[in-house]
């Protein structure tokens, strides 16, 4: 038997994958914005509509990280694809492979689907993972600066829509 695992979450993930993102926030120095509760993440996994989905890596059957993604559509492409939100090994299983493993997973997934990319953000300042994404062959999209509403912002633009 292998050591490690990669699987679907099941709703009884729901307490680590929770822990997780909240440890992911930590370590990029945003645990101020990780908001999600344990009823927010089982309803977007779980839920219907279902809003995300979620990889579970185990290591010998302990949790040890997790790939939470979301699915995209590529106008240029013309299909679906994945954007993966959240990436987290714990500390004490890095190097093991289980980042790769999950990618290699989220890739598989997403072409079993028909889908054409899989796309993600990194920090800037976070070296080992930027060092795991090249050494995949992931290419960096210089020249795409990402923008985002939230907050006072988007709910200021909203009642433009009223």
Known sequence: MTALVIRE????????????????????????????????F????FGTPQRAGCLVAEWEGEPAGMALYHWTFSTFLARHGRWLEDLWVE?????????????ARLA?????????????????????????????????????ITRRLAGD????LAKEAA
């Open 108 to 144: 598989r997934d997403t072409l079993e689907e028909g889908g054409g990319r899989l796309a993600w953000n990194v920090l800037d300042w976070n070296q080992p993972a930027i060092a795991t994404y090249d050494a995949m062959g992931a290419e960096s999209m210089k020249e795409w």
């Open 42 to 45: 089982h309803a977007a996994i």
């Open 153 to 156: 912002a988007l709910a200021t």
């Open 91 to 103: 500390p004490r299983f890095r190097r093991r492979g289980i980042a790769r493993a999950l990618f």
């Open 9 to 40: 979450a099941v709703p009884a993930d729901v307490p680590t994958i929770t822990r997780f993102v909240h440890a992911l926030a930590a370590y990029e120095r945003l645990a101020h914005e990780a908001r999600g509760t344990e009823a927010d």
